[in-house]
T-cell receptor
């Protein structure tokens, strides 16, 4: 069974601070996706990384896929209250349709 | 265009009753997925449809759970003889159908079994 461990589970910071969220596994994934979920809504895809060592940037968010494709990180620069939400990582297998999700990091950015 | 819709948004039922949860995918999306999200847990894969066929039912937790999809569109997830441990948010997602396509999620149905 493939498992994804996310850390930290909870994170509360002040506006303007930087933060990093981690997603780790002992298994290799063909792709790694990051989602953001707000209360009462479904997850929304932020990014997909597929190549070991790949780095993608989305405005103030930087996503990295580990060289061995077993881990990933999400770094947010100068966090804003609008970044508040549950951040989920999900690993894709060979077929990519079946995603294995981590338990998520609940981020609160205080004004 | 419209996104994935699910109904009802909330369902409270008594233990032992049957429930049906509905998912309307994005028009034209051939793939449809059901997930379960419990408090403090990540999303748990339940079942995947390609068209009206379900090539992967491996995530269904017990034989009390079943799902069908008709006309390559609407899907229904049925839970028979509900138990308290079935309480969770049930999420549906759809995608164009090619491997690796982005999955678009609905808002979910929050099921509470009392």
């Amino acid at each position: 069974t493939q498992l994804l461990e996310q850390s930290p589970q909870f994170l509360s910071i002040q506006e303007g601070e930087n933060l990093t969220v981690y997603c780790n596994s002992s298994s290799v994934f063909s792709s790694l996706q990051w989602y953001r979920q707000e209360p009462g809504e479904g997850p929304v895809l932020l990014v997909t990384v597929v190549t070991g060592g790949e780095v993608k940037k989305l405005k103030r968010l930087t996503f990295q896929f580990g060289d061995a494709r077993k881990d990933s990180s999400l770094h947010i620069t100068a966090a804003q209250p609008g970044d508040t939400g549950l951040y989920l990582c999900a690993g894709g297998g060979g077929s990519n349709y079946k995603l294995t999700f981590g338990k998520g990091t609940l981020l609160t950015v205080n004004p | 265009g419209a996104g994935v819709s699910q109904s009802p948004s909330n369902k409270v039922t008594e233990k032992g009753k049957d429930v049906e949860l509905r998912c309307d995918p994005i028009s034209g999306h051939t793939a449809l997925y059901w997930y379960r999200q419990s408090l403090g847990q990540g999303l748990e894969f339940l079942i995947y449809f390609q068209g009206n066929s379900a090539p992967d039912k491996s995530g269904l937790p017990s034989d009390r759970f079943s799902a069908e999809r008709t006309g390559g569109s609407v899907s229904t997830l049925t839970i028979q003889r509900t138990q308290q441990e079935d309480s969770a948010v049930y999420l549906c997602a759809s995608s164009l159908g090619l491997a690796g396509d982005e999955q678009y999620f609905g808002p979910g149905t929050r099921l509470t079994v009392t």
